[in-house]
Nanobody, 122 residues
Framework: QVQLVESGGGLVQAGGSLRLSCAVS????????MGWYRQAPGKQRDLVAA???????NYADSVKGRFTIARDNVNNTLYLQMNSLKPEDTAVYYC????????????????WGQGTQVAVSS
């Protein structure tokens, strides 16, 4: 059973920084895409940033230039460096790992962490 455990959330003032970590119980080199999502109260879960096995990255427009996603295949950890935080970044942040399966049945294995709370005060 694959486990993803997030850490690094907390309360920070606007303009501050946090680094989220996602420790994975298996080799992350097997995942095609890993990402960070966030969900604010009463809102849907949205993609914040994603990174492929080839280290291509994709960011939500709202975080471009402020957040950086990185994956450490040696330590099986995904990171999200968050700088210049804004109150609207307040949410629960979730780590995601996606694995394409070819055999025996084509499909996608999709794994989630339990989430870590980020709160940004104005």
């Amino acid at each position: 059973q694959v486990q993803l455990v997030e850490s690094g959330g907390g309360l920070v003032q606007a303009g501050g920084s946090l680094r989220l970590s996602c420790a994975v119980s298996t080799s992350i080199s097997s995942f095609n895409t890993m990402g960070w999502y966030r969900q604010a109260p009463g809102k849907q879960r949205d993609l914040v940033a994603a990174i492929t096995s080839g280290s291509s990255t994709n960011y939500a427009d709202s975080v471009k230039g402020r957040f950086t996603i990185a994956r450490d295949n040696v330590n099986n950890t995904l990171y999200l460096q968050m700088n210049s935080l804004k109150p609207e970044d307040t949410a629960v942040y979730y780590c995601n790992a996606r694995q394409l399966v070819v055999t025996p049945t084509p499909g996608v294995n999709n794994y989630w962490g339990q989430g870590t709370q980020v709160a940004v005060s104005s």
